[in-house]
């Protein structure tokens, strides 16, 4: 199956911007997703892009899709604590009727 | 309020004795699916249902069944639960009629002695 890569951990100070980056291998991968995993809780869509777009901005989270190089990046603008979490990056499968997940990037945020 | 639903969030049970992780979905989605998660391997589906009387395997299908009888309702059946079943098990739901903008429950978890 197909395999989406993330680094496990990242650390930033509260205020500063977090980037946590992707990648794919499913070049026919019509969406792309980030989903948030707080304590305790279940995953939540946070924000999705289509493949024929460049960047999506939603008010502190930007979203960055390299095609070429299949590369997708996750940026958190003045991050605070409460942004603390395990960010999913996903893409759909071949069929289409399953996400395939990366492993997830624990962010912390310190003050 | 717009929710998936599962019961139980937490269960220890034995090997052999059959459980049922039931799940209920009040969106009126057709597309419902479960997934296990375990550390250092990430999400990895079980089954799925694109609608009523429609299920299909995942990549991790063996030990478990399913059924979808109903819209809102997608049980996930261990007839003889091993211990390489113990997980968080999350179920989801999505308004599209493939995965995409997934619901998810809030998990069980799922010991196997």
């Known amino acids: 199956g197909e395999d989406v890569e993330q680094s496990l951990f990242l650390s930033v100070r509260e205020g500063d911007s977090s980037v946590i980056n992707c990648t794919y291998t499913?070049?026919?991968?019509?969406?792309l997703y980030w989903y948030k995993q707080e304590p305790g809780a279940g995953l939540q869509l946070l924000t999705y892009?289509?493949?024929?777009?460049d960047m999506k901005q939603d008010q502190r989270l930007t979203v960055l899709l390299n095609k070429k190089d299949k590369h997708l990046s996750l940026r958190i603008a003045d991050t605070q604590t409460g942004d603390s979490a395990i960010y999913f990056c996903?893409?759909?499968?071949?069929?289409?009727?399953?996400?395939?997940f990366g492993k997830g990037t624990s962010l912390l945020v310190t003050p | 309020e717009a929710q998936v639903t599962q019961n139980p969030r937490y269960l220890i049970t034995v090997t052999g004795k059959k459980l049922t992780v039931t799940c209920s979905q009040n969106?009126?989605?057709?597309?419902m699916s479960w997934y296990r998660q375990d550390p250092g391997l990430g999400l990895r589906q079980i089954y799925y249902?694109?609608?009523?009387?429609?299920?299909d395997k995942g990549d991790v299908p063996e030990g478990y069944k399913v059924s979808r009888k109903e819209k809102r309702n997608f049980p996930l059946i261990l007839e003889s639960p091993s211990p390489n079943q113990t997980s968080l098990y999350f179920c989801?739901?999505?308004?599209?009629?493939?995965?995409?903008?997934?619901?998810f429950g809030e998990g069980s978890r799922l010991t196997v002695l």
């Open positions: 892009i289509f493949s024929n777009m």
């Open positions: 249902s694109m609608n009523v009387e429609v299920t």
């Open positions: 969106m009126n989605h057709e597309y």
């Open positions: 499913d070049s026919s991968s019509t969406y």
């Open positions: 989801a739901s999505s308004p599209w009629f493939v995965a995409g903008e997934l619901f």
């Open positions: 996903a893409e759909s499968s071949n069929s289409g009727y399953a996400l395939n």
